[in-house]
């Protein structure tokens, strides 16, 4: 099983927004409305910030909004601010397990 | 809040086990909709999801690790395992423990563990 495609970094300025995105198969991204993102700190855990495609857990800014078209979900933060530069990884249900992206460096200009 | 935390060696010889324990706190790991499981990241790389096991004793693992992973339930002390057969240098990573409630991806993690393999 091949690992969920994510750009290798993003960038863009505070306030302005940023899109990533994650492409899989039909297997998994494009199979399932199982799609989550996860924000990840130097040296830290990951955090959970979108699950089931579009839905935030309690606590996460409404900054952050998930989506899926196809084989293809995206990840859009809006309002940059700086501690938003991260590592973002996507993860997808691909029938009996979980599959993740590579990550995306964002760095807030 | 619930807690994670990993234990166990930092170094592991290549084709021995590795073997890892993650602590629950602050939540019971005999909760019916709860599954407690163990993800890796090699150094500079991306997330691996290497499997699950719910207090009932059911497993569900990565099909490209199936056949070297072993992932075990304690609820007398609220503790689940990773054992990891027959390892190389390919099996470096910082190994963490998480749950899953519901269907979803985990959403609880721990603060992660670093293990080398190396003679």
């Known amino acids: 099983q091949s690992a969920l495609t994510q750009p290798r970094s993003v960038s863009g300025s505070p306030g302005q927004s940023v899109t990533i995105s994650c492409t899989g198969t039909?297997?998994?991204?494009?199979?399932?409305?199982?799609v989550s993102w996860y924000q990840q700190h130097p040296g830290k855990a990951p955090k959970f910030i979108i699950y089931?495609?579009?839905k935030r857990p309690s606590g996460v800014p409404d900054r952050f909004s998930g989506s899926k078209s196809g084989n293809t979900a995206s990840l859009t933060i809006s309002g940059l601010q700086a501690d938003d530069e991260a590592d973002y990884h996507c993860?997808?249900?691909?029938?009996?397990?979980?599959?993740f992206g590579g990550g995306t460096k964002l760095t807030v200009l | 809040q619930l807690q994670l935390q990993e234990s166990g060696p930092g170094q592991v010889k290549p084709s021995e086990t590795l073997s890892l324990t993650c602590t629950v706190s602050?939540?019971?790991?005999?909760?019916?909709?709860?599954?407690w499981g163990w993800v890796r990241q090699p150094p500079g790389k991306g997330l691996e999801w290497i499997g699950t096991?719910?207090?009932?004793?059911?497993?569900n693992y990565n099909p490209s690790l199936k056949s070297r992973v072993t992932i075990s339930v304690d609820t007398s002390n609220n503790q689940f395992s990773l054992k990891l057969n027959s390892v190389t240098a390919a099996d470096t990573a910082v190994y963490y423990c998480?749950?899953?409630?519901?269907?979803?991806?985990?959403?609880?993690w721990g603060q992660g563990t670093l293990v080398t393999v190396s003679s």
């Open positions: 602050s939540g019971s790991i005999s909760s019916t909709n709860s599954y």
């Open positions: 096991v719910h207090y009932s004793g059911r497993t």
């Open positions: 993860c997808s249900y691909a029938g009996s397990y979980w599959v």
């Open positions: 998480e749950r899953e409630v519901g269907g979803t991806s985990p959403d609880s």
């Open positions: 039909s297997s998994d991204v494009g199979g399932y409305n199982y």
């Open positions: 089931d495609v579009s």
